[in-house]
């Protein structure tokens, strides 16, 4: 049986709580998995405990101050043992599962959202269709969050590589935009506007709703394209992030089938469109005819009451 090891998934240099699904995608391959932590201070490790890995080594290394593809796939080369890889789904992930499986000459299976033994399943056609691969041997495969329950115990113990010094590398300035809200491709929650939302000015209605149930704000490829204030880093759709939350409220959005590939794969979906005739209600589990002006205050007053 070949080992298998999760690179976990970091967020503000801090163990994302994403990687414990890693963790029990991980142990459904059937082996007990081997946690690798990129951090540039091994106590940055220290949230990897009690996630269900067997063993957790925090993988110290000045590349990792900031994400820089060629520096990331280097150092994780150097330190990874040797076997089958499993990270998270993030733009930034699947990027780094990509490069692994060239430098290490190994298959990669992208998305996948279930796991049986040697058997993977993953979205392919942009959702359209599903497609199964056994793997034979070592591969690297990005998982989907909120597909696997997250495990728990396993090891606590860290063991520290120091790789500082082994990467050569030219990082270049990072710049990253400033905000406190959670990325789409990590909430549960998401609330998304799209060109009907009218303004960008008009986002910060769904803004509140998402700071009063814990929601990250998405946007339509048309609102990204329509307005420069709606960066691309919300963008949910084919040319922007996939993502699989519990819960996906679209806003203002038609249903193009760009957006849909990106998002169709989440648990429920809530639409709010004034046009009853619009494709995103043939997706949607609960569809609201509405204008946002109208729908918003009403939702947001009514969840209100339930958060408390």
């Known amino acids: 049986m070949t080992q298998t090891i999760v690179i976990a998934e970091m967020n503000n240099n801090a163990v994302h709580p994403s990687t414990a699904e890693l963790v029990s995608a991980a142990i459904t391959l059937g082996a007990e998995p081997t946690l690798v932590v990129p951090c540039t201070d091994a106590g940055q490790a220290s949230g990897a405990a009690n996630m269900g890995a067997a063993n957790i080594i925090a993988a110290k290394s000045d590349a990792f101050a900031h994400y820089d593809a060629s520096a990331w796939a280097t ?3 150097a330190v990874v043992p040797q076997g089958t890889i499993v990270t998270g789904a993030s733009p930034q992930s699947k990027d780094m599962a990509a490069r692994l499986a060239a430098r290490r000459g190994i298959s990669v299976v992208q998305d996948a ?30 998982v989907r969050s909120n597909v696997f329950s997250p495990a728990q115990g396993g090891a606590s113990d860290v063991a520290v590589l120091d790789t ?5 590398t030219s990082v270049q300035e990072f710049m990253a935009r400033a905000s406190e809200r959670l990325d789409v491709s990590e909430a ?9 939302m009218g ?13 009063t149930i814990g929601a990250a704000v998405g946007a339509s490829r048309a609102a990204v394209d329509t307005w420069d204030a709606i960066p691309h880093s919300m963008q949910v759709g084919q040319t922007g992030k996939t993502v699989n939350p519990n819960l996906y409220i679209a806003v203002g959005i038609s249903g193009a089938i760009q957006h849909l590939a990106g998002m169709r794969s989440s648990k429920y979906i809530v639409a709010i469109n ?35």
């Not at 494709?279 to 969840?303: K, M, N, R």
């Open 75 to 77: 150092a994780l080369d």
């Open 164 to 168: 500082t010094g082994d990467v050569a």
């Open 199 to 211: 303004s960008p000015d008009n986002f910060s209605e769904l803004e509140a709703i998402a700071d």
């Open 274 to 308: 004034k046009d009853a005739d619009a494709p995103i209600f043939q997706h949607a589990d609960y569809g609201i005819v509405a204008t946002w002006e109208d729908a918003l205050p009403v939702l947001h007053s009514s969840l209100k009451g339930i958060m408390g």
């Open 188 to 196: 549960n929650i998401i609330i998304s506007g799209g060109r009907g």
């Open 113 to 142: 959202v279930a796991i049986d033994g040697d058997q993977i399943t993953s979205p392919v056609y942009s959702g359209k269709a599903m497609q199964t691969v056994a793997i034979g041997g070592p591969a690297v495969v990005s």
